[in-house]
C-alpha cells in the first residue's frame, strides 16, 4: 500500500488494509508515497489541489565517497495532505510496523490461531496498534522510537539531507548502518533481536483479550500451550546472539499436540481437537545457527542491528528456530 495518496483518510486507509487482511492477502507493507518526477502526483496542479506536503530523505543504503565527495540518493516524499494530517501519517505508519511485524513468518502460527478461531486479523492487527499507540503494550517503546525516526529521517530540501550526512559523524552513523536504513526493516529485526519472547507473549495476550472472558476453558488452555510452545522453538534473539544455553538440549511437556496441528493444513482441524498428552524434543541447527550468523557478520559486521534485518532477507529465519520431534510418553 502507498500512504498518504491524494484524498486517503487515516480511516480510508484503514479500511483499505481491513479489505486486504480479509481477501486473504497475508503480508501487507506499507510505502510512503514518492513524488516520481514526470508523474501526475508530482506536478504542481496535483501539489496545489491535494495540498500535499513533501519532505526529502535519503534512499536507503543510496550513498558513497566517490573520489573523495560524499555522494547521496534523496528522494522526495508526500507525508500530509490536505485529508491526511502528518501526525496521521504516522500514525498510519505506525500501524504498519505492527501489521509487518505480526504477518513476519517468525509469528506465523498468529495467523494459524486466527484462522481456527474465526478471529479478523485487521481485527487482531488494530488491537496491538492501539495498544502500542496508547502505551499499553510490550513494543510500546519501539514502536515510539519508530515513529520518532520516521519523523527525523525527513527533511526540508534535498541540501538539508546531504549536509546532515555529510557531517562526519553522521557519516559514520551511516557505515555502521545505525542510520540510513529502511525503518521497517530495521525496527523488525529489532524486536525479534531483542523482544522476541515478549513479542510472542504480547500476541497472546491480544489473542485472549479478542477472545473474551466466555471463551471455553479448553480453548484457553490450548492457546497457552501453543504460546509455550512458541516459546520454547523460537527464541531467535538468543540464536542470533548465540547464548550457549540456546544450543542445550530441552524436552516440553503439553497437553495439546500443537506440533502437528502447526504441520497440518490451515482450516482443519482446531488445535483444541489435539488434546492428548506430548513430548517434545528441541534441538537447535547449531552448525546451520552459526553459519548464518557468520555469514552476517562477515558481510554486514558486528552489529546484531545491522545484520539480522539483512541476513534475514536471504536466510529464512526459521533456521534459527528450535527443531521439534515428538518423544514416546
Known amino acids: 500500500m502507498i500512504v498518504p495518496l491524494p484524498e486517503e483518510t487515516k480511516e480510508s486507509f484503514l479500511d483499505g488494509f481491513r479489505i486486504l487482511a480479509k481477501a486473504g492477502v497475508q503480508q501487507i507493507t ?18 496545489n489541489k491535494y495540498e500535499m506536503l513533501t519532505k526529502y530523505r535519503l534512499l536507503p543504503k543510496q550513498f558513497g565517497d566517490y573520489r573523495g565527495e560524499k555522494c547521496f540518493e534523496v528522494e522526495e516524499v508526500c507525508v500530509a495532505t490536505r485529508d491526511m494530517p502528518f501526525d496521521d501519517y504516522l500514525q498510519c505508519r505506525g500501524f504498519g510496523l505492527i501489521s509487518v511485524v505480526f504477518s513476519h513468518r517468525q509469528l506465523d502460527v498468529m495467523q494459524r490461531h486466527l484462522v481456527d478461531l474465526g478471529i479478523s486479523t485487521f481485527d487482531f492487527y488494530r488491537l496491538a496498534w492501539e495498544k502500542a499507540a496508547q502505551g499499553d503494550g510490550l513494543l510500546n517503546e519501539v514502536y515510539r522510537a519508530f ?29 555502521r548502518g545505525e542510520l540510513g536504513d529502511n525503518l521497517m526493516r530495521k525496527y523488525t529485526g529489532e524486536i525479534f533481536i531483542n523482544h522476541s519472547l515478549s513479542v510472542i507473549r504480547w500476541g497472546y495476550q491480544i489473542l485472549l483479550e479478542l477472545l473474551g472472558p466466555d471463551v471455553e476453558p479448553e480453548i484457553v488452555d490450548a492457546i497457552k500451550d501453543a504460546c509455550r510452545w512458541v516459546e520454547a522453538s523460537r527464541q531467535v534473539g538468543s540464536a ?36 492428548t498428552n506430548v513430548r517434545y524434543s528441541l534441538l537447535p541447527d547449531e552448525s546451520s545457527i552459526r553459519d548464518a550468523v557468520s555469514t552476517g557478520r562477515r558481510l554486514f559486521g558486528d552489529d546484531m542491528m545491522c545484520w539480522v534485518p539483512k541476513i534475514l532477507e536471504t536466510v529464512a529465519i526459521d533456521t534459527f528456530w528450535k527443531r521439534c520431534s515428538h518423544i514416546s510418553t
Open 30 to 47: 506499507p510505502f510512503t508515497t514518492m513524488m516520481l518526477r514526470g508523474t501526475d502526483t508530482s506536478n504542481l496542479e496535483t501539489r
Open 147 to 175: 515513529l520518532r525516526e520516521s519523523e527525523d529521517e525527513t527533511f526540508d530540501s534535498e541540501d538539508e539531507v546531504n549536509a546532515f550526512y555529510s557531517d562526519p559523524e553522521n557519516y559514520q552513523a551511516l557505515l
Open 240 to 275: 542470533f546472539r548465540l547464548d550457549s544455553d540456546f544450543f542445550d538440549h530441552e524436552q516440553l511437556d503439553l497437553q495439546f499436540d500443537v506440533a502437528r496441528w502447526y504441520e497440518e493444513e490451515p482450516k482443519a482441524i482446531p488445535l483444541w481437537k489435539y488434546r
